[in-house]
Structures are given as structure tokens and as C-alpha cells.
């Protein structure tokens, strides 16, 4: 099967700009994830849908950072405006319900904020 | 509020030799407990669970509930086990993941 794809794969951008990251996660799969990953750190939860409702969004910094999931599908995520600290790898995963299930990693973008 | 912690950062040892590495949760429920793995230029991908109670790659995990712990454990390590590992939990259907632990198997 076709795994999580992402995109783009990596992004420059300067601080106050805005950016946005793509995530098609495997078909059937209910359940889509972002994650911030911080260089030494591990993946950070932002958002959580269950097909196309929010069932968690409690560490997405909202003053600047949205996502959506149209049609319960693909998955977009936004900055606007970015800071230098959003400097990390941004990871999509999707799995086939909430609990006990597999997540399913995409290959993550990279992203740096000068 | 749910914590995964991963006290060691790097873990380095000979090929043949055992290994173990250390996971120790905070919830307040029953968690769902897995260990994911990032090998070199590849994807992060589940390794295990505790709920299948099962070995994959020779690594097996046991979910100690009175120490809050799920150890990650292998006998005999092999040079193509270095890798990067994360533990996670889930709980209430919210995942958290710990920093992880770098493993390096010398030859």
C-alpha cells in the first residue's frame, strides 16, 4: 500500500512569513496526526483529527499555526506568521482509528526559519 | 497530563551484547504503550506494542504498571539494531511520545 505522503520536503522561509505543509495520509485511515519535532527532541502532538473533526488540538499554537481536513482526507497545515522557534521537522502520520492502532509516519518536512 | 520519559539519550554497545532501554510513563488511566524506531534516512515505524505481547527483531517489551515503566529489552544486539527509539504512549486517545534514545551497536 502507499504509505503517508507529505510535501513539500523541505522549506526555508524567513520569520514573519507564512507557510504551508501538506499531508495525504493512507487511504481508510480515519485518524490524522501532526507533529512538531524539535531537533533532540521527540514528536510533539499539534492536532489530531478523527476523519474530518478536531478531537485534539490542545498544544497548537493557534494565535499562529491552523490546519484542516477537508473532505476527511488530505490534510493541510498552516504558519502564519512564523517565528524563528517553528525552526523544526513537521510530521504527518494517520492511523485506522484513535486507540490502539499503528501510526503511520510520512517522511516529515523540513522546516527553517531565518 | 500524560509524560513519557526516555532517561538516556545515547546508549552505545557491542555487537552480542544485551541491551536495554529505559521507558517510564505518567497517566493516571490504563495507557496504551508502544516503541516506534527511526532507522537511518528512513521513516519512523512501530516496532512494537504492549498489548500484542509479542518480539519483533528479537525485542521484546513488558508493560510494568507498579513501576510505570516499559522497558525495551534484547538479548543479543546486532550492528543493524542502531537506531534511533521512541517511546509513546496513548492514553484517552492523545499520544505522547518521549525524546527518544539513540542506539549504537559497535562491531
Known amino acids: 500500500e502507499a504509505g503517508v505522503a507529505q510535501s513539500p520536503r523541505y522549506k526555508i522561509i524567513e520569520k514573519r512569513q507564512s507557510v504551508a505543509f501538506w499531508c495525504n495520509p493512507i487511504?481508510?485511515?480515519?485518524?490524522l496526526y501532526w507533529y512538531q519535532q524539535i531537533l533532540g527532541q521527540g514528536p510533539k502532538l499539534l492536532i489530531q483529527?478523527?476523519?474530518?473533526?478536531?478531537?485534539?488540538d490542545s498544544q497548537l499554537p493557534k494565535d499562529r499555526f491552523s490546519a484542516e481536513r477537508l473532505k476527511g482526507v488530505d490534510s493541510t497545515l498552516k504558519i502564519q506568521p512564523a517565528k524563528l522557534e517553528d525552526s523544526a521537522v513537521y510530521l504527518c502520520?494517520?492511523?485506522?482509528?484513535?486507540?490502539?492502532?499503528?501510526?503511520?509516519f510520512g517522511p516529515g518536512t523540513r522546516l527553517t526559519v531565518t | 497530563a500524560q509524560r513519557v520519559t526516555q532517561p538516556e539519550k545515547l546508549l552505545s554497545v557491542f555487537k552480542g551484547a544485551p541491551v536495554e532501554l529505559k521507558c517510564n510513563y505518567s497517566y493516571s488511566g490504563s495507557p496504551e504503550l508502544f516503541w516506534y524506531v527511526q532507522y537511518s534516512r528512513q521513516r519512523l515505524q512501530l516496532l512494537l506494542r504492549?498489548?500484542s505481547r509479542e518480539s519483533i527483531k528479537g525485542f521484546t517489551a513488558d508493560l510494568n504498571k507498579g513501576e510505570t515503566s516499559f522497558h525495551l529489552k534484547k538479548p543479543f544486539a546486532q550492528e543493524e539494531d542502531s537506531a534511533m527509539y521512541y517511546c509513546a504512549l496513548t492514553g484517552a486517545g492523545k499520544s505522547t511520545f518521549g525524546d527518544g534514545t539513540t542506539l549504537t551497536v559497535k562491531p
Open positions: 504492549h498489548i
Open positions: 502520520a494517520s492511523s485506522l482509528g484513535r486507540v490502539s492502532y499503528e501510526q503511520y
Open positions: 487511504s481508510g485511515h480515519a485518524t
Open positions: 483529527f478523527q476523519n474530518n473533526g478536531v478531537v485534539d
